[in-house]
């Protein structure tokens, strides 16, 4: 089969709706040919995948490991501890080397673009960005520290005063200019600079940009595109499609909720993300699925009015992995966000239930609805295996 679309997989509306649909339909013949126990389809045989992780994982690690030996491949497990990817080496320099020994990569990582990360400690907040070499004025710097209730963006040129605060900053900019940050406090000035206390995490994009070969996003914090790919095959075996259904999603506007925007910007159907204020799903995303002209799309912090007539209610941790000292906080800011009995009685009788899983039963959703029978969580799980194989097929040019 002839490839189209670009060398990678990073982000769903990367590829038009006529290609996701054929990766989609490709994931269903495959899967009926492994389900009926056939294993002469051996398309990656000779070929080798590196897998690099710096997050836990369940069902990507063993979804691609196993997809991609069954299909003749050999895949190798890089862990956290193992290249330490931005930390051990440069991400740019993984990306040169692993693209010469294999075919294809799959990486599961924090950043999804260049980050800064600076480990300011004890510096009161107040006095944090007060000033910025020239070279950086215009770019946007988001900063965040330890404390989630004080987050947002600065540009450089800014003078913010936070509320008293100590802890951690992360700039984020997507800038290959040398970042050299004055970060004062009273009676002290303190400048990190490339090599010093600021280093550059590893992400996804440097990867994919520096490898020769195809790049496959296992989840980054922005996204999670091989997983609204398994969803999307998940809900077409069992609606019988997904133009025109009404997927209504409960929670944080994470990484998951970035890639169903960015499907909805690809194939239409009725998207809606209802989460708790100051949870909503990156602005940028939101405008560009919306502009997109493809699906309809709404934000609301109204669940129960949000999952009438869903064909789909989905949800998801409220705490994502690198949020995890956030959880009890965040378990407050998501009362009446969680998915009980009788929010999915208010979806109604067609609606099934969906989760990416792992799940925190009894926090964003109760035991009854994960173990109620129009929950389609495990065929959901299933499915990643298959839809990555097809995606794999796709990138291979097979
Ligand atoms: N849904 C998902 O990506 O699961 P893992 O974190 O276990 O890979
Ligand atoms: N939002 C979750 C998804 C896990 C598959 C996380 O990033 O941890």
């Known amino acids: 089969e002839m490839k189209s679309g670009p060398k990678d997989f990073l982000h769903i509306n990367d590829f038009d709706k006529e290609t996701i649909l054929k990766i989609i339909n490709r994931a269903s013949e495959v899967k009926a040919l492994l389900k009926s126990g056939d294993r002469s389809f051996l398309p990656f045989k000779g070929k080798t995948m590196a897998m690099i992780f710096a997050k836990p994982s369940m069902r990507t690690r063993v979804s691609f490991e ?15 501890d193992d290249i330490q990817m931005g930390k051990r080496e440069e991400t740019r320099d993984v990306a040169r080397v692993l693209s010469r020994y294999n075919d294809i990569l799959m990486a599961r990582v924090f ?3 260049v980050r800064w990360f600076v480990a300011f400690f004890d510096i009161p907040m107040a006095h944090v960005i007060s000033h910025a070499q020239p070279l950086m004025r215009s770019h946007e710097i988001t900063w965040m520290d330890q404390n989630p209730t004080q987050t947002g963006n600065a540009s450089c040129d800014d003078h913010p005063s936070f509320a008293e605060g100590r802890g951690n900053f992360e700039l984020d900019f997507s800038s290959e ?62 609606i019988g499609q997904l133009e025109g259904a009404k997927v209504v999603y409960v929670g944080d506007g994470n990484n998951i909720v970035h890639s169903w925007l960015l499907l909805a910007s690809v194939v239409p159907f009725h998207f809606v993300c209802a989460c708790p204020k100051g949870f909503e799903p990156d602005e940028k995303t939101v405008e560009k699925a919306r502009s997109a002209g493809v699906s309809k799309i709404e934000i609301t912090d109204g669940p129960k009015e949000a999952v009438k007539g869903a064909d789909v209610v989905y949800s998801d941790v409220w705490a994502s992995m690198g949020q995890k000292e956030e959880a009890s906080y965040r378990k407050q800011k998501f009362q009446g966000f969680q998915i009980d ?10 609606a099934y239930f969906m989760h990416c899983l792992p799940t925190e039963r009894g926090v964003e959703v109760t035991n009854g609805v994960i173990e109620a029978p129009n929950s389609i969580v495990f065929p959901q799980a299933e499915n990643r295996m298959h839809a990555q194989n097809a995606i794999m097929l796709h990138l291979l040019g097979l």
Not at 69 to 77: C, D, E, N, R, V
């Open 66 to 80: 196993t997809g991609f030996f069954l299909l003749g491949g050999h895949a190798i497990y890089l862990g956290p």
């Open 111 to 113: 950043s999804h673009q």
């Open 177 to 238: 200019a040398p970042l050299i940050l004055h970060i004062a406090e009273v009676g002290h000035m303190y400048v990190a600079a490339k090599g010093d206390a600021c280093y550059r995490r590893e992400d996804i994009l440097d990867l994919a940009a520096y490898s020769s070969v195809p790049v496959i996003n296992g989840l980054t914090d922005y996204n999670h595109p091989c997983q609204i790919m398994a969803d999307a095959l998940t809900i077409i075996e069992h």
């Open 341 to 350: 009995e009788a929010l999915m009685e208010i979806a109604g009788p067609k």
